[in-house]
């Protein structure tokens, strides 16, 4: 019933941005969140950040917290995460996913429908 592609990943250097994107489509009306998660090689699926699509409200994990700053136009239909001073431990496979309900949340178990991911690699 939701539909999400995510975009903007590639190979940047230690310092650099990135934004990522995340594109909806499909019964967005149901969507009660977006977040964004991410999972190294060998690594758990790591939460990243969340926003929720009718009041902008976010969370971040520490990691991404100061860093990283998520946020949606919902005329388009699609979540972005802006993230600056990219660093080694940053470089995963990165993977929106939405939420039909409360509350906003860091577990992947909870998310109902999942992207294909964007690889992220950062470089020295």
């Known amino acids: 019933q939701v539909q999400l592609v995510e975009s903007g990943g590639g190979l940047v250097q230690a310092g650099d941005s990135l934004k990522l994107s995340c594109a909806a489509s499909?019964?967005?009306?149901?969507?009660?969140?977006v977040s964004w998660f991410r999972q190294a090689p060998g690594k758990e699926r790591e939460f990243v950040a969340t926003i929720s699509r009718s009041s902008g409200s976010t969370a971040y994990s520490e990691p991404a917290r100061g860093r990283f700053t998520i946020s949606r136009d919902n005329a388009k239909n699609t979540v972005y995460l802006q993230m600056n001073n990219l660093k080694l431990e940053d470089t995963a496979v990165y993977f929106c996913a939405s939420k039909d309900r409360p509350p906003l949340s860091g577990r992947p178990a909870s998310m109902e429908y999942w992207g294909q991911g964007t690889q992220v690699t950062v470089s020295l």
């Open positions: 499909g019964r967005t009306d149901r969507i009660y969140a």
